[in-house]
């Protein structure tokens, strides 16, 4: 398989776990105390660069399915994006390769949260709450997710180099 024919299938792969997680585990995928489950795969830049357009994709349309705000989908999805390219140069410490999805939702999703939902919770309650919840998703599940693939050679399945 071409390497640009692998790299547009992994990052369509990626993109559609991202928006099936979402859309599962919707009713704890969006709000102020949310632990969206799809934001495991925040690891997955760790085997490919290709996770990083395939978990932006997935955010965007698992928000549009979701029913989220124009905000949200586009600044919620941007964020996603950010931190998928952080997490891949990050990639050379596989413990750090999840800190940019913790850290840059518990930022941003606040203001999404006020300005697109009008959720009156105070700033810092939402970047704590959204953070946890990052922690749990991204964080835990996504080192636990990254160390059941490493071990089981799921690397090998992401390689953009042609098979010997």
Known sequence: MKKSTKFMTQAAMIAALYVVLVVAFAPISFGAL?????????????????????????CLLGNILGGADILDIV????????????????????????VPAVVLNALVVPFILRY???????FYFMVFTVGAGQFISAQLLGIILLLTLEKIGFGKFFSLEKAS
Not at 46 to 58: E, K, N
Not at 116 to 122: F, I, K, L, R, S
Request: charged share 10%; glycine share 6%; no cysteine.
């Open 75 to 98: 600044f919620g999805s941007l964020t996603t994006l950010a931190a998928a390219a952080l997490a891949y140069r990050l990639r050379a410490n596989r413990y750090l390769v999840p």
């Open 34 to 58: 949310q632990i969206r489950i799809a934001e495991m795969l925040s690891v997955l830049p760790f085997f490919t660069p290709a996770a990083v357009p395939g978990l932006f994709i997935g």
């Open 116 to 122: 697109a939902y009008q959720v009156p919770d105070a």
